[in-house]
C-alpha cells in the first residue's frame, strides 16, 4: 500500500479589516498555498452569501482578486476569500467598512406660529457604519418663485446615541410661505435632503429695515442722484413694498423736505433732474410696505448735487527754477474756490516735450493741493524744448488751462546701454559688444566700461579687491576684446553711456573665462 503525504491548503496572510472612503476603490487579494498535486478553486462569499452578477461594480480578476469599483456605504461587509480542493479548503475573511454620507433623515414635520416654527424630524442610520453621524441641519425656502433656493439655517442640532427624533425650533419673518427639510452630516459629508415639509405662512408685518449704503451725489451739473442697496425680499414683510425717498437743501433752513416714492422693491437709485449746480442736499431712504413705513427711523446722508465746469483759469502760470535736468519748480496765481462750482479738489500741471515726431505728443500730469501755489514737477525730459500748462480742477471737470510756457532742459544723462553681451574667447579673453542708448538725453560722447572679478562668500558674489578695471571708449566703438583675465573665473561687466552731464545707470552681465586645459586643446 502507497500513502501520499499532501500539503494543506492554506490562504495567504492579507489584513482583516480595512476601512476606507466611499469613492475610493478597494482591492481584496485571495492567494493559497496549496499542493501541486491538487487543484484549487477559489470563490469569493459577502456576508456568506456567494458573490453573483447584480453588483456589477464588484468583479473578480484572473487571480482571483476581489475589486470593488466607487464603493459606497452598503458595501460594508464581510468579504470571504474561500480556497478549495477536492480534499480540503481554507477561507479568509476581511472586513471592509465604507464610509459614507449619512442616510437622509426622514419623517420632517412641522408646527408654525407666528414668528417661529417647530421642525421635527427623524433619523436612523445604517446599523453597520464607519462615520457615524455628527449633526444635522434644517434648510429652508421662503421663495415661492424659487422652489429650489433653499437656505441653511445657521445653528446645527448635535445628535445623541439613544435619541431617534430631534426638534429644533427656526425664527420667522413675516409676510412669507416656509418649507423646511433636514440633512444629516457626518466627516465624509451632507446627507440627500429629505423630503419637504408642509408650508408655514405668515402675516404681514411693517418693515424692520431700510436700505443700507445710501449715497447722494451728482453725475451732471444739473442733477442728484440718490443710490442705495435693494431690499432683499425676505425683508419686504409684506406686498406693495416700495421706498420713500426724503430730500431737502442742507444750506437753507426754510427748506422743506420733499418726498418721492419709487415702487420698484428692486430699484437702486432715484435721479432728480433740473437741480442747481453743487448744492448740499440732506437725504433719508426708507423702507415701506402695504401696512406703512418701517419700524426703524432712516439715518440722514448729506451729498451734494452735481458739479459744474470750473470757468476761471490758473494766471501768471510760470517757471521758477530749473532744478535738475529732469526736475523744474512752476507758480501760479491761486483761483478763487467759488469759481471751482464743486468740490475743489486741486490743481494739475499737464506737460510734454518735443519729439520731432508728426503724432500727438504724450502729456503727462502732476497733481498738487487746492491750496498750493507753485509745485515741482519730476520727470520733464531732458535736452528738449518742454511745454506745460496749469489748470484748476473739481472731482468731475478742468478749469480751462493757463497760458502754456516754453522751456528748455538742460543735458541729462542716458538711459541705460541697450543690448549688452559678454562671451569667453580664451583662458584669458573675452569679448564684448553692446548698443547705444534708446534715449540719449544730451550729446552722447562715448562709453564707459568696467569689470570685475567676482569673488563668493557668504553673503553672496562680491568684487574681488583690487580686481575691478575701467575703460573709457568713443562713441562710434560697439564692441571690445578684453585680455589678460584669469582662467575659469567669473566677471561681471558693466557699461554705461556718457554725456556732457555725467555716466548713465549701468548695464551688466556676467560672464567667466574658459578652463585653461580646454583652451590648450583648441
Same mark, same amino acid.
Given at each position: 500500500?502507497?500513502?501520499?503525504?499532501?500539503?494543506?491548503?492554506?490562504?495567504?496572510?492579507?489584513?482583516?479589516?480595512?476601512?476606507?472612503?466611499?469613492?475610493?476603490?478597494?482591492?481584496?487579494?485571495?492567494?493559497?498555498?496549496?499542493?501541486?498535486?491538487?487543484?484549487?478553486?477559489?470563490?469569493?462569499?459577502?456576508?456568506?452569501?456567494?458573490?453573483?452578477?447584480?453588483?456589477?461594480?464588484?468583479?473578480?480578476?484572473?487571480?482571483?482578486?476581489?475589486?470593488?469599483?466607487?464603493?459606497?456605504?452598503?458595501?460594508?461587509?464581510?468579504?470571504?476569500?474561500?480556497?478549495?480542493?477536492?480534499?480540503?479548503?481554507?477561507?479568509?475573511?476581511?472586513?471592509?467598512?465604507?464610509?459614507?454620507?449619512?442616510?437622509?433623515?426622514?419623517?420632517?414635520?412641522?408646527?408654525?406660529?407666528?414668528?417661529?416654527?417647530?421642525?421635527?424630524?427623524?433619523?436612523?442610520?445604517?446599523?453597520?457604519?464607519?462615520?457615524?453621524?455628527?449633526?444635522?441641519?434644517?434648510?429652508?425656502?421662503?421663495?415661492?418663485?424659487?422652489?429650489?433656493?433653499?437656505?441653511?439655517?445657521?445653528?446645527?442640532?448635535?445628535?445623541?446615541?439613544?435619541?431617534?427624533?430631534?426638534?429644533?425650533?427656526?425664527?420667522?419673518?413675516?409676510?412669507?410661505?416656509?418649507?423646511?427639510?433636514?440633512?444629516?452630516?457626518?466627516?465624509?459629508?451632507?446627507?440627500?435632503?429629505?423630503?419637504?415639509?408642509?408650508?408655514?405662512?405668515?402675516?404681514?408685518?411693517?418693515?424692520?429695515?431700510?436700505?443700507?449704503?445710501?449715497?447722494?451725489?451728482?453725475?451732471?451739473?444739473?442733477?442728484?442722484?440718490?443710490?442705495?442697496?435693494?431690499?432683499?425680499?425676505?425683508?419686504?414683510?409684506?406686498?406693495?413694498?416700495?421706498?420713500?425717498?426724503?430730500?431737502?437743501?442742507?444750506?437753507?433752513?426754510?427748506?422743506?423736505?420733499?418726498?418721492?416714492?419709487?415702487?420698484?422693491?428692486?430699484? %437702486? +437709485?432715484?435721479? =432728480?433732474? &433740473?437741480?442747481?449746480?453743487?448744492?448740499?442736499?440732506?437725504?433719508? @431712504?426708507?423702507? #415701506? $410696505?402695504?401696512?406703512?413705513?418701517?419700524?426703524?427711523?432712516?439715518?440722514?446722508?448729506?451729498?451734494?448735487?452735481?458739479?459744474?465746469?470750473?470757468?476761471?483759469?490758473?494766471?501768471?502760470?510760470?517757471?521758477?527754477?530749473?532744478?535738475?535736468?529732469?526736475?523744474?519748480?512752476?507758480?501760479?496765481?491761486?483761483?478763487?474756490?467759488?469759481?471751482?462750482?464743486?468740490?475743489?479738489?486741486?490743481?494739475?500741471?499737464?506737460?510734454?516735450?518735443?519729439?520731432?515726431?508728426?503724432?500727438?505728443?504724450?502729456?503727462?500730469?502732476?497733481?498738487?493741493?487746492?491750496?498750493? %501755489? +507753485?509745485?515741482? =514737477?519730476? &520727470?520733464?525730459?531732458?535736452?528738449?524744448?518742454?511745454?506745460?500748462? @496749469?489748470?484748476? #480742477? $473739481?472731482?468731475?471737470?478742468?478749469?480751462?488751462?493757463?497760458?502754456?510756457?516754453?522751456?528748455?532742459?538742460?543735458?541729462?544723462?542716458?538711459?541705460?546701454?541697450?543690448?549688452?553681451?559678454?562671451?569667453?574667447?580664451?583662458?584669458?579673453?573675452?569679448?564684448?559688444?553692446?548698443?547705444?542708448?534708446?534715449?540719449?538725453?544730451?550729446?552722447?560722447?562715448?562709453?564707459?566700461?568696467?569689470?570685475?572679478?567676482?569673488?563668493?562668500?557668504?553673503?553672496?558674489?562680491?568684487?574681488?579687491?583690487?580686481?575691478?578695471?575701467?575703460?573709457?571708449?568713443?562713441?562710434?566703438?560697439?564692441?571690445?576684446?578684453?585680455?589678460?583675465?584669469?582662467?575659469?573665473?567669473?566677471?561681471?561687466?558693466?557699461?554705461?553711456?556718457?554725456?556732457?552731464?555725467?555716466?548713465?545707470?549701468?548695464?551688466?552681465?556676467?560672464?567667466?573665462?574658459?578652463?585653461?586645459?580646454?583652451?590648450?586643446?583648441?
Amino acid at each position: 500500500m502507497i500513502y501520499l503525504l499532501l500539503y494543506p491548503t492554506r490562504l495567504f496572510q492579507y489584513p482583516s479589516n480595512t476601512t476606507v472612503t466611499a469613492g475610493n476603490s478597494i482591492q481584496l487579494p485571495c492567494k493559497a498555498y496549496h499542493d501541486n498535486l491538487l487543484k484549487v478553486k477559489y470563490t469569493w462569499l459577502i456576508d456568506g452569501i456567494p458573490l453573483g452578477n447584480l453588483q456589477p461594480h464588484i468583479k473578480v480578476d484572473e487571480n482571483y482578486t476581489l475589486i470593488i469599483e466607487n464603493p459606497k456605504a452598503s458595501d460594508s461587509a464581510d468579504y470571504t476569500c474561500v480556497a478549495e480542493t477536492k480534499l480540503d479548503k481554507a477561507e479568509r475573511v476581511a472586513t471592509i467598512l465604507v464610509k459614507d454620507v449619512p442616510l437622509p433623515p426622514f419623517f420632517v414635520g412641522v408646527t408654525c406660529s407666528e414668528r417661529n416654527a417647530a421642525v421635527r424630524f427623524q433619523h436612523r442610520d445604517r446599523p453597520r457604519t464607519a462615520a457615524p453621524v455628527e449633526s444635522f441641519w434644517v434648510q429652508y425656502n421662503s421663495n415661492d418663485a424659487e422652489p429650489d433656493a433653499w437656505h441653511i439655517y445657521p445653528v446645527p442640532v448635535t445628535t445623541r446615541a439613544d435619541k431617534d427624533w430631534w426638534t429644533i425650533t427656526v425664527p420667522l419673518h413675516p409676510w412669507g410661505n416656509f418649507s423646511f427639510r433636514a440633512v444629516a452630516r457626518n466627516e465624509v459629508g451632507d446627507s440627500a435632503p429629505s423630503l419637504a415639509s408642509t408650508q408655514c405662512t405668515t402675516a404681514a408685518a411693517l418693515p424692520e429695515l431700510n436700505p443700507a449704503n445710501v449715497v447722494v451725489r451728482g453725475t451732471s451739473p444739473d442733477n442728484l442722484v440718490v443710490s442705495w442697496d435693494p431690499v432683499e425680499r425676505v425683508d419686504w414683510n409684506g406686498p406693495d413694498f416700495h421706498y420713500v425717498v426724503e430730500m431737502k437743501r442742507a444750506d437753507d433752513d426754510d427748506s422743506r423736505w420733499e418726498t418721492a416714492i419709487v415702487t420698484d422693491p428692486n430699484e %437702486s +437709485q432715484l435721479v =432728480v433732474p &433740473d437741480q442747481p449746480t453743487y448744492e448740499p442736499y440732506d437725504v433719508r @431712504v426708507q423702507s #415701506a $410696505n402695504s401696512l406703512g413705513k418701517a419700524t426703524v427711523s432712516p439715518a440722514t446722508v448729506r451729498g451734494y448735487s452735481g458739479e459744474g465746469y470750473p470757468d476761471e483759469a490758473p494766471k501768471n502760470f510760470r517757471l521758477v527754477n530749473v532744478v535738475a535736468p529732469t526736475v523744474a519748480t512752476f507758480a501760479w496765481d491761486p483761483v478763487d474756490p467759488a469759481s471751482l462750482h464743486g468740490n475743489f479738489k486741486g490743481y494739475k500741471i499737464v506737460h510734454w516735450h518735443e519729439t520731432g515726431k508728426r503724432s500727438d505728443p504724450v502729456k503727462k500730469e502732476s497733481l498738487f493741493d487746492s491750496s498750493a %501755489s +507753485q509745485g515741482t =514737477v519730476y &520727470d520733464l525730459k531732458p535736452f528738449r524744448v518742454n511745454y506745460a500748462e @496749469v489748470y484748476a #480742477a $473739481n472731482d468731475a471737470y478742468d478749469s480751462p488751462p493757463s497760458q502754456r510756457i516754453r522751456f528748455d532742459m538742460p543735458e541729462g544723462v542716458p538711459s541705460q546701454v541697450q543690448s549688452l553681451s559678454a562671451f569667453p574667447l580664451s583662458h584669458r579673453e573675452i569679448g564684448v559688444i553692446w548698443k547705444p542708448p534708446r534715449e540719449y538725453n544730451g550729446h552722447l560722447i562715448g562709453y564707459n566700461l568696467s569689470y570685475c572679478l567676482l569673488s563668493e562668500s557668504k553673503s553672496g558674489a562680491s568684487f574681488a579687491d583690487g580686481s575691478c578695471m575701467y575703460r573709457m571708449y568713443d562713441v562710434d566703438v560697439n564692441h571690445e576684446r578684453i585680455h589678460g583675465l584669469k582662467a575659469e573665473s567669473e566677471y561681471r561687466v558693466e557699461m554705461r553711456g556718457v554725456t556732457n552731464a555725467g555716466l548713465g545707470d549701468p548695464s551688466s552681465v556676467d560672464v567667466k573665462t574658459i578652463p585653461e586645459d580646454i583652451n590648450k586643446g583648441m
